[in-house]
C-alpha cells in the first residue's frame, strides 16, 4: 500500500545528551566516556545532563550525582558552562540555517523548521543533509534526532522516537499504530497530573488517546489546550494566539551586607540595568516601570508567621528603551522608597511593562511635536552604543553610576526554562571553550 499522505510540513530537530555532547565535543577526553553535567560542584547536585555512554548503564538525567557515581563508579562530572552553551547554540543555529530555514528556537537544543512543499517531499534527504552540515561543521559528538511531520506536535514526537541519531517520519496515517506502545507521559505537553486525570477518564493508552474528540479532550484538559492537542495528534496544525512578552525585569533577595539604603539602591539600578538590555534586544519598548521591596517575613510563634512587609510602587512614562528614560523613573521611585519605607528590604525587584512593538506605537505623537523624539534618539542610540561596549568589554567596563557586583552573581545568566540566555547577559570575559570545569569530588 503506498502512502498518499501530503509531505510533512514540520522539521523537529532535538540535540541528543546536549550539554553533556557539547563537553565531550569540546574535550576529546570526555569522548566515549560516561560524563555527567551538573550545575553546582557538589555530589548533592543532580546531572542536568548525561552522556550516552552513561544512559547506556542505567544514569538518568536528573539523578544526583552521587547516586549516578554509584552505579558508574569512574563517570566524570564536570560543571556546567552556560556562557559556552549558549555560543556553541548559536552556531548551530547558523549551520542549520544554512540548510533550511528555522522557524521557531524551542530551547537551547531543539528547534523546529517548517517545510514548504517542495521541501516536504524531500524532507528525509533535507534531514541527511543538516545532519552532514552539523557534522562538518562541528564534531561526531554532537548528534541530534531528527523527526518529520504533519505538524510540529508530530515531527516532536517523532525526533524523540529514535534517540540518539535518529531520523523518522511520521504521518497521521501512519497512527494510532506507529505509537500504540508510546506511553502517554512520553508525549510533550502531558505531565503526570494530566496522566492520572486521563486514566481516570479511562483513556489509558495511545489508541485511546487518538479516539478522543476534540472536545472530549477540551473537557478532559479544562482548557482549549486538549483541542488543540488532539488536532496537532492528528495532523492539523493548532493555531494559538502568540504569548507576549509582558515585562522585562529582575529580583534579588538580599544578603545582609546589601539591605542598607545604598546598598539597596545600587542593586536597584543593576538590576533595572540589566532588564533594560535585554529589552533592547528586542524591538519593544517599555512605559512602566515598578520598584518593590519587601521585609523579611518575621516569625513571631512558630504556628504563626507574620506576613512579609511589601512596598510597591510603579511610574509611567512615554514608550521608552533608553537608560536615561528608565534611570530617570527608578531615581524617583528610590527616593520615594527612602522617604517612606520603615523596613529594612530583604529582597528587591525591579520591572518594565507595558511593552509594545515600535511600529505599534501611536501615542507618541505628542511628544514627536514638543521636540522630544530626537532627544530621545539620541539617549537611545547612546544605550545602545553603550550596550555593544559592555558586550565586547565586560559588564564592568561602563555603567551609569557606581557599580559593585549584585548579590547572586550575574543578572540574568542562568538558563531558565524558556529564556536562553544571550552571550550578553554574561558578564565580564567568559571561559574558554576548552576550558572544561572538571568536579572536584
Ligand atoms: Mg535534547
Redesign the pocket.
Known amino acids: 500500500m503506498t502512502d498518499t499522505s501530503p509531505p510533512p510540513e514540520r522539521l523537529y530537530l ?5 550539554f553533556a555532547s557539547a563537553e565531550q565535543h569540546f574535550n576529546p577526553v570526555l569522548r566515549s566516556k560516561p560524563v555527567g553535567v551538573i550545575a553546582l560542584d557538589s555530589p548533592h547536585t543532580g546531572c542536568i545532563a548525561v552522556s550516552r555512554e552513561a544512559k547506556l548503564l542505567g544514569v538518568k538525567n536528573n539523578m544526583p550525582a552521587r547516586e549516578a557515581r554509584h552505579i558508574i563508579p569512574d563517570m566524570t562530572f564536570v560543571v556546567a558552562r552556560p556562557d559556552v552553551y549558549v555560543r556553541l547554540h548559536k552556531r548551530i543555529l547558523a549551520v542549520i540555517e544554512t540548510v533550511v530555514p528555522i522557524q521557531h528556537v524551542r ?1 537551547i ?2 528547534v523546529v523548521c517548517a517545510l514548504l512543499p517542495s521541501e516536504g517531499r524531500q524532507a528525509l534527504a533535507l534531514a541527511a543533509q543538516i545532519k552532514t552540515a552539523l557534522l562538518d561543521a562541528f564534531s561526531s559528538m554532537l548528534t541530534c534526532s531528527i523527526g518529520l511531520g504533519p505538524t510540529e506536535l508530530l515531527a516532536k514526537v517523532a525526533a524523540e522516537r529514535h534517540k540518539p541519531n535518529g531520523t523518522l517520519l511520521l504521518n497521521a496515517s501512519m497512527l494510532p499504530d506507529a505509537l500504540h506502545d508510546l506511553k502517554l507521559g512520553k508525549l510533550p505537553g502531558i505531565g503526570a497530573g494530566m496522566v492520572t486525570r486521563l486514566e481516570a477518564a479511562g483513556v489509558s493508552d495511545f489508541a485511546a488517546l487518538w479516539a478522543l474528540a476534540p472536545k472530549q479532550a477540551r473537557a478532559l484538559w479544562g482548557n482549549v489546550e486538549g483541542e488543540r492537542f488532539i488536532q496537532e495528534l492528528h495532523g492539523t496544525h493548532a493555531t494559538r494566539a502568540q504569548t507576549r512578552k509582558r515585562m522585562f525585569g529582575h529580583s534579588r533577595v538580599l544578603p545582609r551586607e546589601w539591605r542598607t539604603p545604598d546598598k539597596v539602591e545600587d542593586c536597584a539600578r543593576q538590576l533595572l540595568a540589566g532588564a533594560a538590555r535585554r529589552l533592547r534586544r528586542t524591538d519593544l519598548r517599555a512605559s512602566k516601570l515598578t520598584l518593590s521591596l519587601r521585609s523579611q517575613r518575621l516569625r513571631s510563634t512558630p504556628a504563626k508567621s507574620t506576613e512579609a512587609q511589601r512596598w510597591h510602587w510603579e511610574a509611567h512614562f512615554q514608550p521608552s528603551r533608553d537608560d536615561r528614560s528608565f534611570a530617570r523613573a527608578l531615581s524617583e521611585g528610590l527616593a520615594q522608597a527612602r522617604a517612606q519605607i520603615r523596613f529594612a528590604p530583604h529582597a528587591v525587584s525591579v520591572m518594565l511593562h507595558g511593552l509594545d512593538a515600535e511600529d505599534a506605537l501611536t501615542g507618541d505623537l505628542f511628544a514627536t511635536m514638543s521636540g522630544d523624539a530626537g532627544e530621545r534618539d539620541r539617549w537611545e542610540n547612546l544605550s545602545n552604543v553603550m550596550d555593544t561596549l559592555r558586550a565586547r568589554f565586560g559588564g564592568k567596563a561602563l555603567s551609569l553610576g557606581a557599580h559593585d557586583d549584585v548579590p547572586g552573581g550575574y543578572v540574568g545568566g542562568k538558563i531558565a526554562f524558556g529564556r536562553i540566555p544571550e552571550a550578553d547577559d554574561f558578564k565580564g570575559p567568559t571561559g574558554e571553550d576548552t576550558d572544561t570545569h572538571f568536579a572536584s569530588f
Open positions: 532535538d540535540f541528543d545528551s546536549f530551547s537544543d531543539e
